[in-house]
């Protein structure tokens, strides 16, 4: 039994430490940071924790020159990449 809880810690492990490996790279957090706060508060809250911080190469909008856009829709302008602008129904 002891055998198959250290296997299963160091699966545990390897999994932290590629997804904060993997997220360190895309987004502005770095690696040192995201280890410990997966495993201080969990790695499901941490993923969360860490997916609040921004893309490194975010895709920007065309329309109103807001570099810092993620969304499908900006969040300055409401228009999507084809121009379409998001219908008021689904803002607020
Ligand atoms: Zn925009």
Redesign the pocket.
């Given at each position: 039994m002891a055998i198959l809880a250290v296997v299963l810690a160091i699966g545990y492990l390897v999994l932290i430490v590629l997804m904060c490996k993997q997220e360190s790279q895309k987004r502005k957090i770095n690696f040192f940071i995201a280890i410990p706060i997966c495993l201080i508060i969990s790695t499901f809250f941490g993923y969360f924790v860490i997916s609040n911080f921004g893309l490194r190469n975010p895709k920007?909008?065309?329309?109103?020159?807001?570099i810092y856009?993620e969304a499908e829709?900006?969040?300055?302008?409401?228009?999507n990449e084809e121009g379409k602008i998001l219908e008021a129904k689904y803002l607020a």
């Open positions: 920007g909008c065309k329309w109103c020159n807001n856009n829709f900006c969040g300055v302008c409401n228009k």
